[in-house]
């Protein structure tokens, strides 16, 4: 998965992620801007298809990068393999509170799913986390082996989590923050895991009591359908 931001022009380092770029005007109506946003998606469209069937999507980056800015500059795109259709356009605002009126706007307004395409507005899970390798520096991962330890609060419907991986003594301090939330996005989605998960630690060494990541799916995703079914 490679995260497209555009960048600032006179920053050496680019700000945080949550910031909106002081020289792009935020939309007052979000709404607006997801169909603006459509509208020249329906233009680019054939390029934007071109580009990924010749493995060429850096042609197509620029053109995508403005379109999105102009929905809110603080908010990231990528381009992906699909779950069910050939392609995915993934949109994220991280899950800051103050973007999801815009994601929420322009997921609202995409066409549907098609054969060739699919929206989705924050990362959603894989299929099947643990058929996932990962590469960090010198390391493959496999997420087959990361362990976690879920502790419920069952009165505030969230989980405190400790990730474990064999690796994690191995990484140094970056890598190892990557470990520890990577698994969590690619197993629950980006959204979910903002929802249901509030302590999250790495454990270097392994805990007692750890379930592997698809037990950690059913068990959050069971406990967000108990508080839909309470709602």
Do not use: C
């Not at 801007?33 to 980056?61: I, T, Y």
């Not at 995915?88 to 509170?97: F, K, M, N, T």
């Not at 505030?156 to 190892?176: F, N, Q, S």
């Amino acid at each position: 998965m490679k995260w497209f931001r555009r960048k600032g022009a006179d920053a050496a380092d680019p700000p945080d992620p949550r910031t909106p770029w002081p020289d792009e005007p935020v939309p007052e109506d979000p709404a607006a801007a997801a169909a603006e946003f459509w509208r020249k998606w329906d233009e680019l469209l054939p390029e934007v298809s071109s580009a990924l069937g010749e493995n060429e999507p850096h042609r197509v980056e620029t053109m995508l990068l403005d379109a999105v800015a102009r929905v809110h500059p603080g908010l990231q795109f990528s381009l992906e393999r699909g779950h069910r259709s050939i392609y995915a356009l993934v949109l994220s605002g991280q899950e800051d509170p103050a973007l999801r009126p815009y994601t929420d706007a322009w997921k609202a307004a995409a066409p549907p799913d098609d054969a060739l395409w699919e929206y989705h507005d924050s990362v959603p899970p894989v299929p099947d986390p643990e058929k996932v390798t990962v590469n960090l520096g010198e390391h493959r991962i496999a997420l087959a082996d990361v362990r976690v330890v879920a502790q419920v609060d069952e009165a505030e419907h969230v989980v405190d989590i400790a990730v474990h991986h064999p690796a994690m003594a191995e990484l140094a301090e970056p890598a190892r923050k990557a470990m520890t939330f990577l698994p969590l996005d690619a197993t629950l989605g980006e959204r979910l895991a903002a929802e249901r998960l509030r302590r999250v630690e790495t454990a270097i060494t392994k805990p007692e009591g750890t379930i592997g990541l698809v037990e950690l799916r059913e068990l959050v995703r069971g406990l967000d359908d108990i508080v839909g079914g309470s709602a």
